[in-house]
């Protein structure tokens, strides 16, 4: 099964203010019928099954039969915990700085995607969301650090997401 979008999910995605979360816009993104529900578990995480499963339900995917957590796990047995990881944290921000348009954010963007040591690629991101709310809404910014608050190693969230 690769679920693939419906033309309410595409309307969703174009309107920045439809009734979605940053997860479920992330999982609707994914959800491009190419990739299969083993694949979706292990970009979403443990998670995964229950999102793709509501968002059947609630008419933004079309995929016969609607995935269960119990069809996930047969599918893709050991991604119940969410990864997290910096590489991860750092292609998500790289993305939402990509999609300003700004000056500011692609100079962040170049910065950040030119960092190859652990500790510029941190100060890259404490730079880049230092920067973030003169570049974006409040909500979108809320949005990015919630997101990183969920991928990035427990072990960097202090030095990362400091003065909140």
Do not use: W
Not at 97 to 124: F, G, I, K, W, Y
């Amino acid at each position: 099964m690769q679920p693939r979008k419906t033309d309410l999910a595409h309307a969703a995605l174009q309107a920045h203010r439809a009734p979605l979360d940053l997860r479920q816009r992330r999982a609707l993104i994914l959800c491009d019928g190419q990739r299969s529900l083993a694949e979706l578990a292990t970009l979403l995480g443990g998670d995964a099954p229950a999102l793709i499963a509501q968002l059947q339900r609630d008419g933004y995917l079309h995929a016969p039969p609607v995935a269960t957590p119990a069809t996930m796990a047969a599918v893709a047995p050991g991604t119940t915990a969410r990864r997290r990881s910096l590489a991860a944290a750092r292609l998500y921000l790289l993305d939402m700085l990509a999609l300003q348009r700004d000056p500011v954010a692609a100079r962040l963007h170049r910065l950040l995607q030119a960092t190859r040591e652990e500790a510029d690629t941190l100060h890259a991101f404490r730079l880049a969301l230092a920067q973030l709310p003169a570049l974006a809404s409040d909500g979108y910014v809320q949005r990015v650090r919630e997101r990183l608050r969920e991928v990035l190693p427990e072990s960097h969230l202090a030095a990362v997401l400091t003065g909140e």
